[in-house]
């Protein structure tokens, strides 16, 4: 099994930056998507990005060029660099795993907090 840890959230202003961390428990090969999702106050949770295995990234409409998702696996975690951070972005963001084979994220770590605020 696979355990994975987000961190990296806090309190920033309007256009201001912020890097989320997701370490993963063991190799992270054997996961074909890593994803982000977040969830607002008063919203659902919504899909803002992902990278699958050779590297092609897909976005939100609301956060392309604005946040880019990276990974590194030698050292089982990605990314999401957060630029440009508005006050609709804050939420609690969630990374999430699809594994080789399966059709949905199933796969999730405990949330992060984001606020961007003034």
């Known amino acids: 099994q696979v355990q994975l840890v987000e961190s990296g959230g806090g309190l920033v202003q309007p256009g201001g930056s912020l890097r989320l961390s997701c370490a993963a428990s063991?190799?992270?090969?054997?996961?074909?998507?890593k994803g982000w999702y977040r969830q607002g106050p008063g919203k659902q949770r919504e899909f803002v990005a992902s990278?699958?295995?050779?590297?092609?990234?897909n976005y939100a409409d609301d956060v392309k060029g604005r946040f880019t998702i990276s990974r590194d696996n030698a050292k089982s975690t990605w990314y999401l660099q957060m630029d440009s951070l508005k006050p609709e972005d804050t939420a609690v963001y969630y990374c999430?795993?699809?594994?080789?084979?399966?059709?949905?994220?199933?796969?999730w770590g405990q949330g992060t907090q984001v606020t961007v605020s003034s």
């Open positions: 999430a795993a699809r594994f080789y084979g399966d059709s949905v994220y199933n796969g």
């Open positions: 063991r190799s992270i090969r054997s996961i074909y998507a």
């Open positions: 990278i699958n295995s050779g590297g092609s990234t």
